[in-house]
């Protein structure tokens, strides 16, 4: 089961994991992904393929250690508002504590967010009651500041349900904009001193083109579609991103972490599989990107595979962009 990790191969090859979250805690590199099903089930845009019902931690002590499943840290059966769909998580850690920030639908069908906590990075994890009030759509990600202030940054279309909330109220029939009006953005809220909770409404933040125009909902090369991850580098906040159906990650930065950011490029050129997500995290003097594919499962969707890779920056603080292929 443990494996030393390779550049843009498998992390762990005895289950299909997705959607990694990589932080440093204690010292090692600690990644919460989650756990895609082996089924045969169909696909479809909603994202009915995406079943996952638990969540596993990996971890390693380094680049050059085996990576250690901790095994199962979270199921759905042990949340109560939840019904199905454990999507992509992230962790944070504040006030002695971990935090596991989750996305699953309520018995309503409608994707909410939940946080379960643990004394131990590698978990289990236990999960609060209800899901955060004020909650909705999917890819939570956490960003604790230097100030010790965290921010809380999610949202997707499609499956993720983003468009639903353009009124600020579920609007099941609601579709997304115009290809010529501005995008729909990720959207970012203050979280309380607990972590548990919103500190007021979440507002949706604004990408723009190096002209300060809104990037338009039609331009699929550079538009938002899931998967927000921010972190810091020289002063400078990176929103980066999937941009579904062009199947990129892409970047954008900002002074402010609430926004608005300015579009700067792609990180990764698409992989093998329809979805990309990711995230980026800073280990001893190397930048990392972990990010899945499809691979191992030869190109089934729900199948997928976390991997991780160096990213680089320019002297002028761009991102060189990577092929996971070369």
């Not at 972490?257 to 093998?272: A, D, Q, R, S, W």
């Amino acid at each position: 089961m443990n494996q030393i990790p390779k550049p843009n191969q498998p992390l762990v090859t005895h289950i299909f994991t997705a959607d990694p979250s990589a932080h440093v805690f204690e010292g090692k590199i600690y990644i919460y992904p989650s756990h895609d099903l082996d089924h045969d089930r169909p696909s479809n845009d909603n994202g009915d393929q995406y079943a996952m019902e638990d969540y596993h931690v990996l971890s390693m002590d380094n680049l050059a250690s085996p990576v250690v499943d901790h095994g199962q840290v979270l199921h759905l059966k042990d949340i109560p508002w939840a019904s199905k769909q454990l999507w992509a998580p992230d962790a944070a850690y504040k006030n002695d504590t971990y935090y596991l920030f989750f996305p699953a639908r309520d018995h309503d069908g409608i994707f909410r967010i939940g946080v379960a906590t643990s004394s131990s990075p590698a978990g289990p994890f236990h999960p609060q009651p209800t899901y955060m009030e004020g909650s909705y759509s999917i890819d939570p990600a956490v960003l604790v500041d230097d100030d010790n202030q965290a921010y809380i940054y999610f949202g997707g279309l499609w499956g993720g349900q983003l468009e639903k909330w353009q009124t600020g109220n579920f609007e099941p029939e609601a579709t997304g904009p115009d290809a010529s009006a501005p995008a729909l953005g990720p959207r970012v809220a203050l979280l309380s001193e607990d972590m548990l909770s919103f500190q007021g409404a979440p507002q949706e933040i604004t990408i723009v083109d190096e002209n300060g125009k809104p990037i338009p909902a039609g331009d699929e090369d550079r538009r938002f579609f899931e998967g927000p991850w921010v972190h810091k580098y020289n002063g400078w906040y990176y929103l980066s991103y999937s941009t579904g159906t062009t199947h990129k990650l892409v970047y954008a930065v900002s002074r402010n972490p609430m926004g608005p950011y300015t579009f700067k490029g792609t990180i990764l050129t698409p992989v093998i599989g329809w979805t990309t997500h990711h995230s980026i995290v800073r280990f001893e003097d190397k930048w990392c990107l972990f990010y899945h594919d499809c691979s191992l499962s030869g190109g089934v969707n729900h199948k997928r595979s976390v991997k991780y890779t160096e990213l680089h920056y320019n002297e002028d603080g761009t991102i060189r962009t990577i092929d996971p292929y070369a």
